[in-house]
């Protein structure tokens, strides 16, 4: 009597992360999807041509986020006198005293955090759209990611702003600069981006070019 083959045994089941429920690994092919039978969650959701989509969204979302940080976000006028601040100046500007920790909390989940993300996106992906071997600690570097996904607040930022504005409207001008318009661009951008990526697949191809 043979044991079974467990290895081949788990790599024929996936795990929902939403409710953890073990199914039987069907692959869908490109433009299907799975998903599960218990709560809904798409599992799998393969797209042709899309690490390149991907690592193009990316990019695009990196400029963005770096070019957000920098240009002037709004500009508020009040009794005379006109102030404008970047993104970066309003999470720093409490720097110098006891909220220092804070400050730094805030641009690394505003900035930091997204801008690592879709940079270690970017580093896994493109030796695997160019069909060769994964780059160094690949593996280690989209788990990285995927544990910081839910740290990366750049689109929470967007609607708190968006509140806060509404409620000092009436008491002060506010005009919004060409970071806000970049921050509104990025959030659409990160949506999309988080669209088209299949999770599975990019582990099913980093763990089939570390078994040959």
């Known amino acids: ?49 899309a ?53 730094l909390a805030t641009a690394a989940l505003i900035v930091f955090i997204p801008l690592a993300r879709v940079l270690l996106s970017v580093y896994v992906l493109i030796p695997i759209v160019r069909d060769r071997p994964p780059a160094r600690h690949a593996a280690k570097a989209f788990r990285l990611s995927e544990a910081l996904r839910p740290w990366s607040m750049a689109e929470i930022f967007v609607i708190g702003c968006a509140v806060a504005l509404i409620k000092i409207s009436d008491l002060a001008e506010v005009s919004f600069g060409p970071a806000f318009w970049m921050f509104s661009a990025l959030v659409l951008l990160v949506v999309v981006n988080e669209a088209y990526l299949c999770r599975w697949s990019v582990w099913n191809a980093l763990s089939k070019t570390e078994k040959s």
């Not at 992360?17 to 599992?43: K, M, T």
């Not at 990019?59 to 963005?64: G, M, P, Q």
């Not at 006028?77 to 006891?98: C, H, I, K, R, W």
């Open 1 to 49: 009597m043979t044991r079974p083959d467990l290895s081949s045994l788990i790599t024929n089941l996936i795990v929902c992360p939403q409710c953890d429920a073990v199914w039987s690994l069907e692959r869908p092919d490109a433009g299907q999807r799975a998903v599960c039978g218990r709560c809904g969650e798409v599992l799998i959701e393969p797209r042709r041509k």
């Open 51 to 103: 690490g390149k989509q991907i690592i193009a969204l990316s990019l695009a979302i990196a400029v963005l986020i770096i070019a957000a940080a920098l240009f002037p976000f709004l500009t508020i006028s009040a009794a005379g006198a006109t102030n404008s601040v970047s993104v970066l100046q309003a999470a720093l500007a409490f720097s110098d005293g006891p909220l220092v920790l804070l400050s």
